[in-house]
Nanobody, 114 residues
Framework: QVQLVESGGGLVEPGGSLRLSCRVS????????MGWCRQAPGKQRELVATINSGGGTNYADSVKGRFTISRDNGKNTVYLQMNSLKPEDTAVYYC????????WGKGTMVTVSS
């Protein structure tokens, strides 16, 4: 069973930045497609960004130019750098790992508010 542990959430003012981290317990991390999803109160979970085993990335239109997903295969960790944060970015952010099957972290809360 793959375990995913997110960290880095918190309260930030509009325009601020946060970096989320997700560490994955597997010896095949480099093979995984990693992703970040988020779920705001009363809304469906949405895909924010993905990065595949080759380093290719995709982003939701709502975060393009503001968020950057990256990975460190030596540390079994994927990151989400979030800049120019907006109140509508407030959500629980979940890490997702896919290789044959998909595993999820428990989530980390990001609140953007003044």
């Amino acid at each position: 069973q793959v375990q995913l542990v997110e960290s880095g959430g918190g309260l930030v003012e509009p325009g601020g930045s946060l970096r989320l981290s997700c560490r994955v317990s597997t010896n095949r991390f480099s093979l995984y497609t990693m992703g970040w999803c988020r779920q705001a109160p009363g809304k469906q979970r949405e895909l924010v960004a993905t990065i595949n085993s080759g380093g290719g990335t995709n982003y939701a239109d709502s975060v393009k130019g503001r968020f950057t997903i990256s990975r460190d295969n030596g540390k079994n960790t994927v990151y989400l750098q979030m800049n120019s944060l907006k109140p509508e970015d407030t959500a629980v952010y979940y890490c997702r790992a896919t290789y044959v099957t998909t595993s999820w972290g428990k989530g980390t809360m990001v609140t953007v508010s003044s």
